[in-house]
């Protein structure tokens, strides 16, 4: 299995066939929650959040489908990275999870959360991977609205634009 640092780099390569061999590696389910879950931002593997980061950050349609399973995931980096990658790709059927999400989306705990990730990944030992995790810091911490409500005005944006 590769490492963090090496999904990235398979990622970000744009060889043939790359974007397929990430999809194969993306299990979300793993981080579903049951009814004991308690709210987490811990236990998640790095490789899982770039690769959810790359998919939106290219646009992938294929990853609609896994990234609406993270984004019911107990684990709040990974949500937000979903919601953030669904909103780039722009998928209708994205929305009315999104706003089911919203509903159960509580701003002071992404706030908490984002915090908890910086300072997870400025302290790293491995100094390849905070270059590779800063990006994905500023969906995670939120400025003035989480990224699930940034995605849903993302693919309302695209459904309705507004008249020029």
Do not use: C, T
């Not at 974007?19 to 790095?46: C, G, M, N, Q, T």
């Not at 990974?78 to 159960?104: F, Q, V």
Request: hydrophobic share 40%; aromatic share 12%.
């Amino acid at each position: 299995m590769e490492d963090a640092v090496q999904i990235w780099a398979i990622g970000q390569s744009g060889r043939p066939g790359s974007i397929d061999y990430l999809l194969s590696l993306f299990h979300p389910e793993e981080y579903l929650r049951s009814a004991d879950d308690e709210k987490e931002f811990d236990d998640v593997w790095e490789g899982d959040l770039i690769m959810a980061h790359i998919f939106g950050e290219f646009k992938e349609p294929r990853a609609v489908d896994p990234l609406l399973v993270a984004l019911k995931a107990r684990n709040y980096f990974l949500k937000a990275i979903a919601a953030w990658s669904l909103g780039e790709i722009g998928d209708p059927r994205a929305l009315e999870p999104l706003k089911k999400e919203l509903e159960e989306d509580e701003y002071g705990f992404w706030w908490s959360a984002g915090l908890y990730f910086q300072d997870q990944y400025e302290d790293d030992d491995d100094p390849m991977l905070y270059p590779i995790m800063q990006p994905l810091e500023r969906i995670i911490l939120p400025e003035e609205k989480s990224a699930i409500e940034l995605a849903i005005e993302k693919i309302e944006a695209r459904e309705n634009p507004s008249p020029a």
